[in-house]
Every structure is written in structure tokens, then in C-alpha cells.
């Protein structure tokens, strides 16, 4: 644009220098033929020094007019080309300023000064919106602890209940309704947020939320054959007892009646399902 632009005004000078000339030449033209009249007058010169001069006068001034038309004619010419090449520069900043929004749309700022984690992006990967590209973690701004808690104890689980771990006393902020493989899981904060500096995102901690008074209770491992029905061993067989199931916690399973401690079961899986097994 500044190179046209430098050829336009130095055209430009170039034809004004043209037109002085022309106009000079004119005007010396016109001088000679009237000097030459006037001596023709007086008897000096001969008619044909006269009618040479108007000649030359005459051509002067067609090409003064002719100049100053092409000058005309040119000058039109110039300002469409301009009018032209801005609206050509207009069209190049409008491109310009939409793949400006374009680049700014393909941006991803983060939300939260934190450090990213889970970034496991690639290049040429098709992203569509919605999309989890990772994870930020604020340090600065406390963490909070996620456990899975047994559907059995949904409805006993409390917004504001206290729990308890090695890293300090948290509270149960959140139970999420939706159950994943017969799992609840829940959301566990400090209070006022004053969580361990010492914590990071995805580190294990062990945590205790009891939801009743501590007594005594008489217990099984959880396993594929602990349900409604036992197989309780008496001496060299498996006999089919029906039992009541209370609570499930960390492992265990409850047993509120029909087993007394210290007897035997099977917690794995009943080879068959007869009323009486013989033990091997």
C-alpha cells in the first residue's frame, strides 16, 4: 500500500512538472506570435513569420489543453484506485478481525490459577464443547475428599455429619444421590475450608464416618456367600440356615439373628445350591 501510494505522488509530480512546461511553452508561443504581428504591422517581418507563429501557438495550446484533459482523466482514474484499494484494505481488516475472534474462540483460558493435572490432550485431537481436558488444582484454595459409601446407608447420610482421619476432623458436606456398582459417593470438607497444607489432589486418605453409638455387634467378612441364606458348617457338612442382615461397613456385614458367634460359614461362593453340602 505505501509503495502504490509512493508511485502515486511521485506521478503526480511528474505531471505537474509536464504541465508547467506546457504552460511555458504556451506562453512563450503566444509572446512570439504577438511580437511577430506587431513587427508584420510595421513592415519587419514577412506574413509567413506571422502565420508560423500562430502555428506554433495553436499547437502550444492543444497540447496545454490535451495535457490538462489527460490530467483530468488520470486524476479520476487515481481516485477510483484509491477508493478501490481502501475498500480492499477494509475487506483485509474485516478477514483479519474474524480470524481474530476465530483464534480468540479456539482459546481455552483457565477459570482458576492453579496447576493443571489429567491434561492429556493431543495434537490434531477433535475436542467438542463440554469436553473435560483436565484438571486444575488450587493448593492456595483447600481440597476436599471424595469417598464411596455403601447404597445401604443412603439415607442415613447427613449434610453436616462429622467424620473422621488421619489428616484432621472433616465434615460430610455432599451425598450424591446417583448409585454407581452399589456405591454413594460423598463429599468431605474441613471446616472453613482450613484444609492440611501437606495435602495434594489424588492422595488416599483413610477416613471414619460413624452413623450411629458404638456397641457391640456380631460380624462377617463380606463376601459372594454372605447373604439371606448361610451355609453353616456342622461338623464334616454345610447346612442352609436363614439368617437376618443388618448393616454393611468397610468390609463387614452385620448379623442381627439366626448365627452365634464362634460358629463356621461359608463367605465364598455355594458350589451348588442343594440344603446340605459335604465338606471335602
Known amino acids: 500500500m505505501s509503495v502504490e501510494r509512493t508511485a502515486q505522488a511521485a506521478s503526480l509530480a511528474q505531471n505537474r512538472r509536464e504541465l508547467a512546461q506546457l ?61 478501490e484499494m481502501s475498500d480492499a484494505v477494509h475487506g483485509l481488516r474485516r478477514g483479519l478481525q474474524l480470524l481474530e475472534r476465530t483464534r480468540e474462540r479456539l482459546l481455552q483460558r483457565a477459570p482458576l490459577a492453579g496447576t493443571l493435572s489429567g491434561f492429556a490432550l493431543q495434537v490434531g485431537a477433535s475436542v467438542r464443547a463440554g469436553d473435560r481436558l483436565g484438571r486444575i488444582d488450587d493448593p492456595a484454595g483447600g481440597v476436599q475428599l471424595v469417598a464411596d459409601v455403601d447404597e445401604y446407608w443412603l439415607p442415613r447420610l447427613q449434610p453436616g455429619q462429622a467424620v473422621a482421619s488421619d489428616a484432621g476432623d472433616l465434615v460430610l458436606a455432599q451425598a450424591l444421590p446417583q448409585v454407581q456398582a452399589g456405591k454413594v459417593r460423598v463429599l468431605l470438607r474441613w471446616p472453613a475450608g482450613r484444609s492440611p497444607a501437606s495435602l495434594r489432589a489424588g492422595q488416599a486418605v483413610d ?15 463380606e463376601g459372594p456367600g454372605v447373604q439371606s441364606r448361610l451355609y453353616v458348617r456342622q461338623g464334616s457338612e454345610l447346612h442352609r440356615r436363614d439368617v437376618t442382615l443388618g448393616r454393611r461397613a468397610s468390609g463387614l456385614v452385620e448379623i442381627l439373628a439366626g448365627l452365634r458367634a464362634g460358629e463356621e460359614v461359608l463367605i465364598s461362593q455355594p458350589p451348588a445350591d442343594n440344603a446340605t453340602l459335604a465338606l471335602p
Open 207 to 221: 477416613v471414619r464416618l460413624q452413623l450411629s453409638a458404638p456397641g457391640a455387634a456380631l460380624l462377617l467378612p
Open 23 to 83: 504552460q511555458a511553452a504556451a506562453q512563450q508561443a503566444d509572446a512570439d506570435w504577438r511580437r511577430q504581428q506587431q513587427l508584420a504591422d510595421a513592415g519587419f517581418v514577412a506574413p509567413a513569420a506571422v502565420e508560423q507563429g500562430a502555428r506554433n501557438k495553436a499547437l502550444a495550446d492543444r497540447l496545454l489543453h490535451q495535457a490538462e484533459a489527460d490530467q483530468r482523466a488520470e486524476a479520476a482514474i487515481r481516485a477510483q484506485s484509491i477508493a
